[in-house]
């Protein structure tokens, strides 16, 4: 039988006629997406590390760009977004209330101060990638290494420090002192980051002893506030007293400028009287008289002049005197 006629009359495919004919499709799928695999973008926050066969090469800049395909590895670094990493405690969930736990952090934040008590010590540590060729080929886990530095800088600057220091007044001082060494250590280490902050979010003391230390801690709070007000006080009695005093002062001065004025007035009309008296005493003597009358006759009210003979005027003066 033909096997024409057996097949029903259709010839089978020729695969090697297949294969010369659409061989160069796998090529140019390949070429194609080598072509689309060459293009990638860089975000506005970011920078592009390219390596060549794992030899760093060039860096590039927000935009769009090209790199030769398979030869050429991308690396983005976020170096323009502020990162954190959190010490003490671990945020399970962010919003309007976030949420936070100390699971398995307690050995990191538990810390030995300079007097020889405990302090459970919680902060963050704020930074941003500032050379991105040292951050990824100058040391293997720049962020693990961030960490044990952070909590070494951390556990030596409070060792240096009473439990006090740690838990109040010094708690400003220690996230400038242990900001200055993480990033004096991150420097020599050739890290490429740089410490924007960092905060202590929460020093408290253990849990036996938090009560404690918690009325102690109100204490000195209440000491201030108490400081704080009679400061007020201060400043709102001592300088109206010092007005006070003052005036008092300028009044007196004011008062003894005018005695001292007046006298000196007194003992000038006295010296011009004595002058005027020495050309003609009997003149000066009489004119002083009739000043002096002219000073006090009216302050005397109703008044009678009258001669020493003139005795018939007493009936009408007794007389007067009834109405």
């Known amino acids: 039988m033909d096997f024409n006629q057996h097949s029903g009359g259709k010839r089978p ?3 090697k006629q297949l294969y010369k004919r659409y061989s160069y499709v796998p090529v140019l799928l390949i070429a194609l997406i080598l072509f689309l695999t060459s293009f990638f973008q860089i975000r506005p926050e970011e920078v592009g590390v390219i390596t060549r066969f794992g030899k760093y090469v060039r860096k590039e800049e927000p935009g769009l760009h090209m790199r030769i395909p398979i030869l050429e590895r991308l690396y983005k ?24 736990t100390k699971t398995g952090t307690t050995d990191e934040s538990l810390m030995l101060t300079g007097d020889l008590n405990l302090a459970d010590v919680e902060w963050v540590v704020q930074y941003r990638i500032e050379d991105p060729y040292k951050f990824l080929f100058k040391v293997r886990g720049p962020i693990v290494t961030l960490r ?27 996230a400038s002192s242990v900001q200055q060494e993480i990033q004096r250590l991150c420097t020599e280490y050739s890290l490429g980051l740089k410490i924007e902050q960092v905060v202590l979010q929460d020093v408290t003391p253990p849990d036996p002893v938090k009560d404690a230390f918690n009325a102690v801690n109100q204490a000195q709070q209440e000491k201030e506030t108490l400081i704080n007000q009679a400061r007020s006080e201060y400043n709102k009695i001592i ?8 005036e008092t002062i300028q009044k007196a001065e004011g008062y ?20 005027e008296y020495v050309k003609a005493p009997e003149v000066t003597k009489k004119r002083i008289y009739l000043e002096t009358l002219g000073e006090v006759i009216p302050k005397l009210g109703n008044k009678i ?4 003979d003139g005795k018939n005027i007493l009936p009408l003066l007794q007389m007067q005197l009834a109405k």
């Open 13 to 15: 495919p020729d695969w």
């Open 239 to 246: 300088p109206r007293a010092r007005g006070q005093a003052e």
């Open 148 to 174: 044990d530095i952070s909590e070494a800088c951390m556990r030596q600057i409070v060792g240096d420090r009473t439990v006090n220091e740690v838990l109040t007044v010094g708690r400003m001082e220690i």
């Open 305 to 308: 002049i009258m001669d020493e």
């Open 256 to 275: 003894a400028t005018e005695r001292v004025n007046n006298a000196l007035g007194e003992a000038a009309r006295f010296n011009a009287l004595y002058r």
């Open 77 to 100: 670094v976020a170096v323009e977004r502020q990162q954190k990493e959190e010490f003490g405690f671990r945020t399970t969930a962010t919003g309007i209330k976030s949420q936070y």
